[in-house]
């Protein structure tokens, strides 16, 4: 950073000198680039003999894993925009052999938590295959024999183990990545002996299904805080120990081991049943408050859960109640989460469905926000929600708030993968005031996917890419009460039923949607008002 005055402002870098010593050699024309270490870092100062720095060019070199460049998004809102930029940025400078934390202080390590939660958003922008193997094996030879983990692999500081189940959490969940969307079966072989290891030493400290001694960061940096300020260390852990166990389960039934399927699948139903006696009362998860006053929900406690679907059936309405107050009348539609909570806010606001809510949380350009960062001047994310330009914990280039770009690809562009390996894909993209067009196509191992929608007074127009191999289900939004729908120029259908068409089948309305399920292909949909 710089300080007022233009000179560097080293602060971020806590420790880390980040200084180059060059003599010249007196040669016409001469060269240099450090190895063997890498610069964090946004601006540089040169210095020396007034004569050698006239003299001096220098170019910054980005230096980062070797990735391929897989997905793209842009839409019609120059702030999200620019917060996808932002994110990119950010994920190529923490991907140096490992996924680290931050690229320009002291640190530099592969803490677990930055990983898993910024891994979906990685997967969506660029190819990750190699990468996330290469680091799983990293994670399983630094696993204890006992199962346990530690929070950041390399592991050079033993003392870390064990894991914050918060963190912990990423072995699983990158094994599930590759297989989710990659088609990467031979993962789940490969790592089920040490995921089992690691689910059992969960089970072993717990008491009761609920885990009371492991967590230490849980919903770590949530705004005006470093440690969590409303979300309990139990109920975050517990929650992961119900998410590991469940995931578990569905590799073991992938892997056609049933027995160990039915096992796991029957501890975490009694998880879930003590997580729910212990956190869930009146309708909301349980909240720490810090004062008399401070008597709001924890956003994080309700997202949990309504991520999972651990909510009881019959409480869903209050505790989605519960979550949008918090968003809403408390916050003043802001988001309120740390590290853990921030990863699912979004997602969850869509999937109940108010997407409107989640824009306006992520287009804000006050604090709290990704877009009160890029209002201060950040060209990447914070490590914090606050602008702290001094000492601490103050990095300005972290991936723990990547996240959001996922939710760019899946809700606002409207591309999702519905199948391992992208044997099956939701193209639904969505209407929101404020947004009249979103593009996103992504390089899969099935081919290219790709959705592009824009719409006007009088027309709402679907572009959409589905590979040969795979089948789309397609939600057409309906922003009118008589309309026309036609495919590359055809009608198909109108408020009252849909024309034989051999290639797709009509699944009806859902939620404001003409659904249909279509073959791979490009196609062209258009909804015009009648």
Partial sequence: ????????????????????????????????????????????????????????????????????????????????????????????????????????????????????????????????????RKFLRDIRDAQDGDGRLPDFVPAYMARLAPADPGWGSAYISLVRVLHWYYGDTSVLAEHYEGLKKYVDFLAANSR????????????????????????????????????????????????????????????????????????????????????????????????????????????????????????????????????????????VLSEIGRIDVAFRVATQTSYPGWGYMIREGATSLWERWEKITGGGMNSHNHVMFAGIDAWFYKYLAGVRCAAPGWRKIRLEPPLLEGLSWARASVETVRGTVSAAWNRSDDEFRLNVTVPASAQARIGIPIPWEHYLLEESGKTIGDEHGFRRAPLFRFLGGSRGRIVLVAPGGSYEFVIKRD
């Fill in 1 to 132: 950073m710089l300080n007022d005055d233009r000179t560097l402002n080293t602060a971020p870098n806590q420790g880390a000198a980040a200084i180059d010593v060059y003599r010249f050699a007196g040669e016409a024309r001469e060269t240099h680039e450090p190895h063997f270490t890498q610069h964090g870092f946004r601006y540089a100062e040169i210095s020396g003999p007034e004569a050698a720095v006239r003299a001096a060019q220098v170019e910054g070199r980005f230096v980062h894993t070797d990735l391929e460049a897989t997905g793209h998004f842009r839409c019609s809102h120059s702030l999200l925009n620019a917060i996808h930029g932002n994110v990119r940025r950010g994920l190529l400078s923490n991907l140096a052999g490992i996924p680290t934390d931050c690229p320009q202080r002291d640190e530099r390590q592969g803490w677990l938590a930055d990983a898993r939660v910024s891994a979906e958003s990685a997967v969506f922008d660029f190819d990750m295959a190699a990468f996330y």
């Fill in 208 to 347: 009761g299904n609920i885990i009371e001694t492991l967590g230490k960061y849980g919903d770590w940096c949530a705004p005006g805080s470093i440690a969590p300020k409303k979300t309990p260390l139990a109920l975050t852990s517990t929650w992961f120990y119900y998410h590991d166990t469940v995931l578990f389960a569905s590799m073991a039934e992938a892997l056609g081991r049933r027995t160990d399927a039915q096992r796991y699948r029957r501890r975490a139903k009694t998880i879930q049943a003590a997580f729910n006696r212990r956190f869930l009362e009146d309708g909301e998860y349980e909240a720490l408050h810090s004062g008399p006053v401070d008597h709001f929900p924890s956003q994080t406690s309700n997202v949990l859960p309504l991520w999972i679907g651990m909510v009881p059936s019959e409480e869903v309405d209050a505790v989605e109640d519960s979550l949008l107050r918090a968003v809403i009348d408390d916050q003043d539609y802001h988001l309120d989460t740390g590290i853990l909570g921030t990863r699912y806010l979004l997602d």
